[in-house]
């Protein structure tokens, strides 16, 4: 009679023969993303949520149906040249299903960051539209420079604004027309830090970036948010930003600070390197599957999958 320990240990076995080139390869997905066709694999994010019913500093709650002025206090990080773009985005989306973005970003090879702006339409469809506002617009910000982001509704538009605090210069367009006026009531992924880039040169000497603040017609938002990146089976945000099935790399780590504030930087991991991951919770999730599988149980099912209503906007 063959040992019941026998299935676990053949599984055990092809995981040693997996593991033994040193490297888990990431899984891209299938992008949603706009421009993708300019870099060589999809956008990653990892990014700060703001459901209904968050709490506002003065005790009252978010109700994004009457939210007309967003707006989000930023320190940029120290990256100079990255291998591939970086955004630092903000994101609304209206009651059309219609997401606005404003962005912070460093093109490849370049210093400083400049703005980005777009109108992605259709974005619960599987074939989104990205219209440019922005490309690599004025102003100039340099690293480590404080940054607001406003998207506000004006009468019947919808206006941004980016403005570097270091030096007073800013940019503001109109959205194309078209979008609901309204917000649209749950979910709102409204920051995030956004790349194409898995290169551990471009970030290893980042410090942070700082979410410093989210104001809401003037309210800071100071409790019930919450980080997301592409696996979450408790919350079911109104969009994502990145795309669909692009785990961000280990090497980022995002926290939570004091009073609504958020910060991303580097956290060297053992083996993660460009477009590979030998991380310890991919390893780790496979030591767990045998160990169902061992002890008798009925099996686990590991998937990293959005929200079913969930739709995939990227900046990038």
């Known amino acids: 009679m063959r040992s019941w320990i026998e299935p676990g240990l053949a599984i055990l076995l092809s995981i040693c023969i997996l593991l033994s080139g040193s490297e888990l390869t990431l899984a891209e997905g299938t992008s949603q993303s706009r421009p993708v066709s300019a870099y060589s694999n999809a956008s990653w994010a990892t990014g700060v949520v703001v459901p209904e019913g968050a709490g506002l500093q003065d005790g009252g709650k ?43 970003g460093a093109l490849p090879n370049s210093t400083g960051w400049r703005g980005f702006a777009w109108l992605v339409t259709g974005a619960n469809s599987g074939s989104p539209t990205y219209l440019w506002v922005l490309n690599a617009s004025q102003p100039e910000m340099s690293s480590m420079g404080t940054v607001l982001l406003s998207i506000f509704s004006e009468p019947g538009a919808w206006e941004l604004k980016i403005s570097d605090m270091a030096t007073g210069s800013s940019v503001e367009r109109s959205y194309p027309q078209g979008p609901g ?54 919350h079911n945000p109104l969009f994502v930003v990145g795309s669909t099935g692009s785990s961000p790399p280990s090497f980022i780590y995002a926290g939570e600070g004091k009073t609504g504030s958020f910060f991303w930087d580097y956290a060297g991991v053992w083996g993660a390197q460009g477009d590979t991951l030998t991380g310890l919770a991919e ?33 990038g």
């Open 62 to 104: 978010v109700h994004w149906e009457g939210v007309s002025n967003v707006t989000v206090s930023l320190t940029l990080p120290d990256i100079g040249s990255p291998d591939r773009v970086v955004y630092a985005v903000m994101s609304v989306m209206t009651s059309d299903g219609s997401v606005l973005q404003a962005a912070a």
């Open 283 to 315: 390893i780790l999730a496979l030591v767990a599957l045998v160990g169902a599988v061992v002890l008798g149980g009925t099996g686990i099912w590991l998937a990293r999958k959005k929200p079913a209503n969930a739709s995939s906007a990227t900046s």
């Open 181 to 234: 006026q309204v917000l649209r009531a749950g979910d709102q992924e409204v920051f995030a830090l956004e790349s194409y880039s898995r290169s551990q040169a471009t970030f290893s000497e980042m410090g942070n970036l700082t979410l410093n603040s989210i104001w809401l017609d003037g309210q800071k938002v100071v409790s019930g948010c919450y980080l997301y990146s592409d696996w979450d089976m408790i």
